[in-house]
């Protein structure tokens, strides 16, 4: 289940180059304004029966076709906190690729993070996982989640899972898609088992090497070629 308060992006780094929402073939293409959305409200919007439209007991991705620290949200965000907080039966997901925003409008009483806040850093290649996991580790933030995704390049994680809880891994979506290497993934998948965090392989993207070939997979089929491989290692985690 997903909750965009907000809609609206734009590039921040070589991974939104050809994002499958605003990318130059993308449905949102062009959408860089950033606004409101109808659904701002909805974890706390109430139905005719006086329950919340959203049950509990829910895992609610947030913001994952924008990103919850733009800094046009900024005026947002306390109010969107306030939300969240209201909500302990939802386990909030919360994605960025700007991590560097982090403590912008965060609420007062943030101490260590919230108990059902997940805060994940994006890194697609190994120049952003070196300035950006830094960062990421140095908040104030109680679960952690990394997301190579799109994966561009082979990634040593190594050095920043200390307090990650987990890694999700997935290729390039689009026309414009660049290759997803099998080896890489395993690289990371190994990194995960020696630091005894789960691992999700989420999906292979459109263009996906294995063994020296590269195979162009359907958009339908690229979750499921990746569940195929049996790369993940998530015990009775629900996966991100």
């Not at 996982?129 to 140095?138: C, E, G, N, Q």
């Not at 920043?160 to 414009?176: F, K, P, Q």
Request: hydrophobic letters at 35%; charged letters at 25%; aromatic letters at 14%.
């Amino acid at each position: 289940m997903n909750w965009e308060p907000w809609t609206g992006c734009y590039k921040v780094s070589d991974g939104c180059t050809y994002c499958y929402f605003y990318g130059l073939h993308a449905k949102r293409y062009g959408q860089n304004t950033i606004q409101k959305t109808d659904k701002f409200d909805w974890p706390i919007r109430i139905n005719s029966k006086g329950e919340y439209n959203i049950k509990g007991d829910k895992i609610l991705a947030t913001c994952f076709a924008t990103d919850f620290f733009i800094p046009e949200a900024d005026e947002w965000r306390a109010e969107v906190w306030s939300m969240i907080k209201s909500r302990p039966d939802i386990e909030f997901l919360i994605l960025t690729k700007r991590i560097d925003r982090f403590e912008v409008a965060l609420p007062d009483d943030w101490g260590v993070g919230y108990n059902n806040v997940n805060i994940g850093c994006t890194v697609e290649n190994q120049e952003l996982a070196d300035y950006r996991l830094p960062i990421f580790l140095s908040h104030p933030i109680k679960r952690r989640f990394i997301a190579c995704s799109p994966l561009l390049t082979s990634i040593d994680l190594t050095p920043y899972l200390h307090g990650v809880e987990h890694v999700t891994v997935a290729g390039e979506s689009g026309r414009e898609a660049r290759i997803c290497d099998y080896d890489w993934i395993c690289a990371i998948r190994e990194q995960c088992m020696d630091a005894n965090i789960t691992f999700w392989f989420k999906s292979t993207g459109s263009l996906f090497k294995k063994d020296g070939v590269v195979q162009k997979v359907n958009p339908f089929k690229q979750g499921s070629l990746a569940k195929e491989l049996n790369l993940s290692i998530v015990g009775d985690k629900k996966l991100f």
